[in-house]
């Protein structure tokens, strides 16, 4: 390969949540592992692979000019999504009046149920789900309806129409979170599936906000299709959000970016993204993603999700031949496995809380599953080193599944 997915990083001390946060923050970051072990960063949802150089280079090359005062988006930035937009998910007829920054893509969420909803309504969101949307949803005063998804008879992730309808019909609802590819369980959606999803939609008349910030991690033979495309309805009822921050493991820097057609919902949505006086651009984080949607961008990704997909292969496969009674859907895209032990936990007389410890004690920093409403659930990021990851399943079955 061209580019580094080998090295082993050390983010010791560096500002590293992944790293530096374990055992200090109860009920969110793991513990600590006890001694004679190192840390294998594998809960929160950033890489440990050192990033395409056109980004560091963009951004030093930027910082040499010695002021960094108030600035305008350059036309390289707009340029560059329209561009990477069309080349990765085939999207004809964006234009730079459709973009508009957003500082997260929680924030960019939040700003559209407030053009769509009023405070305690009822917002349709999938389960398991993401922890974000949880607590943002809850901290600005919506009401969650939960729709399961259910798992077919080849242990895929599917949506439940019925549910999804009987819902929308009785709840009175007017907006629903879609999260495409899904973060937890890593479906990538197929067009079918999701224009079923917006025909209800548009039945019932829901607004649809769609996050598709892990939209370029896919694994081998999957492609993401965008909400907007599949339909002029779905176009013009759906705000899209998307971000370099989880492709190039950019977080740090902040800035993320929403596309809406419809003009009168993008006016809205920009006025109440502004309301804060505080949703404007960084100036490095611009030049980032000027440096990732570079034509070596293109190709550190590619190289990317093929990293990903043997180790989540390797994972996978570890997992069915080695740990009997943990189950795994494999995902098709994202960087993250959910693990569920419930016939682990109910064979072995183990609660899903010591399971996880387990794992935190010999240094396999791997997340609780009960976040993201998966009651014997673990979540587990793969975004390392293939060495790292089976060092965490070596370590997983000689002290927490073999014990």
């Given at each position: ?18 790293v530096d946060s374990l055992g200090k923050n109860p009920g969110f970051a793991p513990d600590a592992p006890r001694e ?83 405070r305690g309504d009822n917002v349709l969101v999938h389960k398991p789900t993401y922890i974000g949307f949880t607590n ?105 959000l998307y971000a370099p921050s989880k492709t190039f493991n950019l977080a740090g820097l902040v800035g993320s970016y ?146």
């Amino acid at each position: 390969m061209k580019y580094d997915f080998t090295t082993i990083i050390d983010r010791k001390g560096l500002d590293a949540m992944a790293v530096d946060s374990l055992g200090k923050n109860p009920g969110f970051a793991p513990d600590a592992p006890r001694e004679g072990f190192d840390i294998i960063p594998m809960w929160v949802a950033d890489m440990n692979f050192p990033t395409v150089p056109t980004i560091p280079e963009t951004i030093m090359e930027r910082t040499k000019h010695a002021a960094y005062g108030y600035f305008a988006p350059r036309q390289e930035y707009y340029d560059g999504i329209i561009r990477w937009h069309q080349v990765r998910n085939g999207v004809e007829g964006l234009t730079e009046a459709c973009i508009g920054y957003e500082n997260g893509v929680l924030g960019g969420v939040i700003s559209a149920l407030n053009v769509f909803c009023s405070r305690g309504d009822n917002v349709l969101v999938h389960k398991p789900t993401y922890i974000g949307f949880t607590n943002s949803l809850k901290n600005n005063g919506y009401r969650i309806v939960h729709s399961d998804l259910v798992k077919d008879v080849n242990g895929v992730w599917r949506m439940d129409y019925e549910d999804m309808e009987r819902k929308l019909s009785k709840e009175k609802i007017h907006a629903a979170i879609f999260c495409s590819p899904h973060n937890p369980c890593g479906r990538v959606w197929e067009r079918w599936e999701i224009e079923k999803a917006m025909e209800l939609y548009k039945k019932y008349d829901v607004m649809v906000v769609s996050d598709e910030i892990w939209s370029d991690i896919l694994t081998t033979g999957h492609k993401h299709i965008p909400t907007q495309s599949v339909s002029e309805d779905a176009r013009m009822r759906t705000v899209a959000l998307y971000a370099p921050s989880k492709t190039f493991n950019l977080a740090g820097l902040v800035g993320s970016y929403h596309i809406i057609y419809n003009s009168c919902i993008r006016d809205r949505v920009r006025k109440e993204s502004s309301l804060s006086h505080y949703n404007s651009m960084n100036m490095l984080a611009m030049y980032g993603l000027i440096g990732a949607y570079r034509p070596e961008g293109y190709e550190w990704v590619d190289e990317l999700c093929q990293v990903i997909t043997g180790n989540i292969d390797y994972a996978c496969d570890y997992i069915r031949e080695h740990f009997d009674g943990v189950e795994v859907s494999r995902p098709d895209g994202t960087y993250m496995l959910f693990l569920d032990c419930t016939r682990w936990c109910e064979t072995h007389g183990r609660s899903i809380g010591e399971v996880q410890k387990a794992g935190w004690d010999v240094g396999v920093a791997w997340q609780d599953g009960r976040m993201f409403h998966g009651p014997c659930h673990i979540r587990m990021n793969l975004a390392l080193p293939l060495s790292r990851v089976k060092e965490a399943f070596e370590r997983l079955d000689r002290h927490v599944f073999h014990v």
